[in-house]
């Protein structure tokens, strides 16, 4: 620790090139941060909805048709389920298809109580939701961004289901309430969300009465999820509608999956902004030591061995890597919010900065061994001789 | 003024092999930026391609009113018959419309690369298909029996999933399926799909009626009167669009999502790169500061010696921009990837590195240069001769 002054000082030796090399590496480290968080958040997705707890049962050849309502009760029966509740795909959006709104039908016992830990809703407002049948409730997010207030009377468009009563596509609702949720990193998750009676839905669509999209089950032990989805699917093996469950979260990371090999595109571009990095810190470390020669000789020469000076240009190298990656880290860590907003549904942790470290660490090793072999290996007299 | 010029640039390139370290900090760190921007950009412009070539300006197809999708929408029957009847319709010899009723759903199947199931298009197809889409060639094995379960798949579905071979059988919903052959259609969309009689899809997902109806117009120029008399027509309720802009449609927001990811990154690359180029070019007028002085001593202006070092900067940078390019385009054009496109289905397409994509990518690379090269270029020409040439 006591060299740190001398590290430090020959650091800055060069101002400005020490600036930009930082600068340049400052914004590599930001982006690997985001590109991390990013890739972190689409390889876990966790809590709320797709907790370990929680299982989902869709048709097995499509998740586009659907199943009889009537599995509901041997659903229920199946040892080790504690809830299960029906939900269908409405597809709606608010005025123009760009305004999508994740409108889901529910049946109000069993969809709050199984998701009876994520959502934050008054008594009151609850209340009036289970009064009025044609009652929504809706994330409070959502309703800031159409400027709803409870007690308006919304529109939305099903670009699938048509009522019964008139042929149209437009269903309205009465918003008498609104959640939020109840673990803020579910918030982007549900930042859409818009509930209604799945009694008024299956009543009022002109077709497909009876039937549902698809199943959710709470189950009491989540090591048994396995062993329960078997027995589930067992029920239907053969029927018309067979079905497959597993963890909500398998379920999740599957759709991702189905967006492409995200991983590989983030890995690819952190891969390129890596060997670019390597080349510009491993030239201003190179070219910093060069420059240095005579006065590295010097200190050899006032008795510092071989290993010490070779360990203060791997000081250096790693002072400066680390300064960078703490900076650009931190610089991405506060980014997070604006990441989240542009990102909805995926939850984002900073756990997926720390490997920053470790890369700053690796990269620090990488460009700083050269030329810290070279300072090591320097012989006294000719490295004095040297006059540039 | 000129001579000047040119003897200022070629000195200083003369001497570039001497800093060739400094320098190559400058191409790489380009190189790296153009070949992220080109890569990124390629997937959006490769999407795009994929669905702006489906489909063709005679062709219109018809949904129910406001379902946005094929997979959304429901047609009866006695709507198809309806819009059969329409003025402004290709008719085969017997007076019969050139219109293929179809009925699209999604199913499961394992893709090769992942093991996990994704979603595919089946798409139930009428008789009419080889006239209605003469694009559709069968390359392997021979076209699908109506009234038995048997498919076609798509050459891009053939290469993602998993099972797609001729010969193969595919289990769907308590039924067999043998795929007899795999087509192409000019490497549009369809060619991610499965293709199977509309009828036997119909009685497998026990659905009545249709998703959508899709008609060859006797020519382009009639698709407004087609349009007209059937939005007029009371008893419809159908939306009816030319193909090219119902798919055109349904690439904009996965391209706009791409190209924001391509260039926000590239952004911030470029960033990283522009400090990068301002170090070596700083370096490189220290290097050459003996050499600038002398220039300026013998009568050299302050404009050459600016000029010479920012278009060291602009070949440099250039050299990596085509470096760049020429990488993404070595190892991503062509390749094939698929995505959850805008019908809820796998979409198979190539990044296409596109002649615009390069001039893009090399624009940047010079943007990146000039601002690199700029501060150094200033300080080469202000650099005092007298101490720089005392200082040496």
């Known amino acids: 620790m ?50 370990a707890d929680k299982l989902i049962t869709t048709n097995k050849y499509s998740i586009t048709l659907s199943l009889p309502f009537s599995d509901t009760q041997e ?7 504690a809830e299960v509740t029906w939900i269908s795909w409405f597809g709606a959006y608010y005025q123009e298809s760009k305004n999508f709104v994740f409108a889901l039908p529910v049946d109000t016992d069993s969809y709050f ?32 961004k159409f400027g709803w207030t409870v007690g308006d009377k919304v529109p939305l468009h099903s670009t699938i289901w ?9 269903w309205t609702f009465d918003i008498v309430g609104t959640f939020d949720a109840k673990d803020p990193t579910q918030a982007g998750q549900q930042a859409s969300t818009l509930l209604f009676h799945y009694d008024l839905f299956d009543e009022g669509r002109s077709f497909g009465k009876g039937s549902v999209g698809w199943f959710e089950e709470r189950i009491a032990d989540p090591s048994q999820s396995g062993a329960i989805s078997g027995r589930i699917d067992a029920l239907f093996a053969n029927s018309p509608n067979e079905t497959k469950t597993q963890p909500a979260k398998d379920f999740a990371l599957a759709f991702m999956k189905q967006l492409g090999d995200i991983g590989f595109v983030l890995r690819a571009i952190l891969g390129a902004v890596f060997f670019t990095l390597l080349f510009l810190t491993g030239n201003t470390m190179m070219q910093s030591v060069r420059e240095r020669t005579p006065e590295l000789a010097v200190l050899k020469t006032i008795g510092f061995g071989d290993g010490k000076v070779l360990g203060l240009v791997i000081g250096e190298s790693l002072l400066l890597c680390v300064i960078a990656a703490v900076i650009g880290l931190g610089l991405s860590y506060a980014a997070l919010p604006i990441i989240k907003l542009g990102l909805q549904g995926v939850e984002l942790s900073p756990k997926a900065l720390l490997p920053g470290i470790g890369a700053a660490v690796l990269l620090a090793l990488i460009v700083g061994l050269p030329p810290a072999l070279r300072a090591g290996r320097l012989n006294i007299v000719d490295a004095l001789a040297d006059k540039r | 003024m000129f001579k000047q010029l040119v003897a200022a640039i070629s000195m200083s390139l003369q001497t570039l092999p001497q800093r060739i370290g400094a320098s190559s900090v400058i191409v790489i760190g380009i190189a790296g930026v153009v070949a992220v921007l080109v890569s990124v950009l390629a997937m959006g412009a490769g999407f795009r391609h994929t669905l702006a070539d489906s489909g063709r300006a005679d062709r219109a197809i018809i949904l129910r009113g406001g379902s946005d999708a094929e997979l959304n929408s429901n047609l009866t029957r006695a709507d198809v018959d309806t819009i059969s009847n329409a003025p402004g319709l290709a008719r085969d010899s017997e007076g019969k419309a050139v219109l293929s009723s179809e009925l699209v759903t999604v199913v499961n199947i394992p893709k090769i690369d992942t093991g996990t199931d994704a979603n595919i298009t089946l798409r139930g197809v009428g008789l009419e298909l080889a006239e209605v889409r003469p694009e559709l060639k069968v390359v392997d094995g021979r076209m699908f029996h109506p009234a038995v379960r048997e498919l076609l798949a798509g050459a891009g579905a053939a290469k993602q999933f998993r099972g797609l ?9 308590n039924a067999d399926w043998t795929v007899t052959g795999v087509f192409t259609s000019n490497g549009d969309v369809h060619e991610s799909e499965l293709l199977a009689d509309v009828d036997t899809v119909g009685s497998s997902i026990e659905r009545n009626g249709y998703s959508s109806a899709v008609a060859l117009l006797a020519s382009a120029a009639e698709f407004t009167r087609f349009k007209a008399a059937l939005t007029t027509d009371p008893q419809l309720k159908v939306d009816v669009q030319r193909e090219p802009e119902y798919y055109a449609a349904q690439s ?58 920012m278009i060291e900067a602009l070949l440099l940078s250039l050299l990596g921009g085509v470096i760049g390019a020429a990488l993404a385009w070595l190892f991503f054009n062509g390749h094939t990837v698929s995505t959850l496109g805008g019908a809820f289905a796998q979409v198979v397409f190539q990044l296409t590195v596109t002649r615009a994509l390069i001039i893009t990518g090399i624009a940047w690379a010079c943007v990146i240069g000039l601002l690199g090269g700029f501060f150094p270029a200033l300080r080469a020409a202000r650099l005092p001769v007298a101490e720089a040439l005392r200082a040496a």
Request: hydrophobic share 50%.
């Open chain 1, 162 to 170: 048509t009522q019964k009563k008139d042929g149209s596509l437009d």
């Open chain 1, 75 to 81: 659903i229920r029966a199946v040892p080790g389920v």
């Open chain 1, 2 to 51: 006591k060299y740190f002054p001398l590290i430090w000082a020959s650091l800055w030796r060069k101002k400005t090139r020490t600036i930009f090399t930082l600068l340049s590496m400052v914004v590599a480290f930001l982006l690997f941060g985001v590109l991390e968080t990013v890739d972190y958040a689409f390889a876990h997705p966790s809590g709320g909805a797709t907790g």
């Open chain 2, 165 to 173: 071979t001729v010969g193969s059988v595919l289990h769907l919903r």
């Open chain 2, 252 to 309: 904009k927001a996965l391209t706009k999502a791409i190209n924001f990811v391509g260039n926000t990154v590239a952004v911030i690359m470029a960033i990283g790169a522009m400090f990068g180029a301002l170090n070596s070019m700083y370096s490189a007028v220290a290097a050459r500061g003996l050499e600038i002085a002398t220039l300026r001593a013998i009568g050299f202006g302050a404009v050459p010696v600016l000029l010479s070092v």
């Open chain 1, 113 to 144: 109580n199984l998701h009876k830990d994520e959502f934050i809703v008054s008594g009151e407002q609850m209340q009036a939701y289970r009064n009025t049948r044609s009652g929504a409730l809706v994330n409070s997010a959502l309703m800031k």
